[in-house]
Structure formats: C-alpha cells, structure tokens
C-alpha cells in the first residue's frame, strides 16, 4: 500500500508559479513510475507529466516548457513546479504512483488560475 498525500494548491494570477507536492507514505526507492493527472470541470482526467524510477520525464504538449517534474527519493517526495501558468491550467491535480503494477491515488489539490 501507499498513500499519497498532495499540497501546495491554491489561487495563482496568470503568468505566476506555483510548486506542488506530492508525499508517499513509503519510500520512493520502491516505487517505479510517478505521474501528476489533472483533471477540470467537465473533462477527464489527463497526465501533466510522468516522471521513472531513473529520472526519465514525460509531458502533455499544453505544458512544455512551463512545468517540471522531479522526485527527491530521500524526502520520498515528488514536485511540480508550475511557471507562467494559464488560466487553462485551472483544475484538481492529482499524483499517481505505481508499484507492482498497482496503481495508488492521492486526493488532489486545487489549482485555479485567475486574475
């Protein structure tokens, strides 16, 4: 089992940065692929970005250039940081990890963007 646990939502003018979190209840050493999923009003849930066990990193078009992915394995921790965000990227994020082919959810944090 793991459970995750995401901070660092919250409201944010357009061209802002926010960092979100997301922490494991167990080591990250032991857990190959990490995602962050958003999901708005409305629509279905997306992948932002996707991060391996190796560092390998993987990203919707939508956000290029605007946001990164990282673990810190020792914190047993992953980060997106959120630069110049849109109003476009208002939603619920999500992180995902996945472990023997199991998938584990956190709750979400609300991200709005909005002048």
């Known amino acids: 089992q793991v459970q995750l646990v995401e901070s660092g939502g919250g409201l944010v003018q357009p061209g802002e940065s926010l960092k979100l979190a997301c922490a494991a209840s167990r080591s990250l050493y032991a857990i190959n692929t990490m995602g962050w999923y958003r999901q708005a009003p409305g629509k279905e849930r997306e992948l932002v970005a996707s991060i391996t066990s190796i560092g390998s990193t993987n990203y919707v078009d939508s956000v290029k250039g605007r946001f990164t992915i990282s673990r810190d394995n020792d914190k047993n921790t992953m980060y997106l940081q959120m630069n110049n965000v849109k109003p476009e990227d208002t939603a619920v994020y999500f992180c995902?990890?996945?472990?023997?082919?199991?998938?584990?959810w956190g709750q979400g944090t609300q991200v709005t963007v909005s002048s």
């Open positions: 995902k990890a996945s472990r023997y082919n199991v998938n584990y």
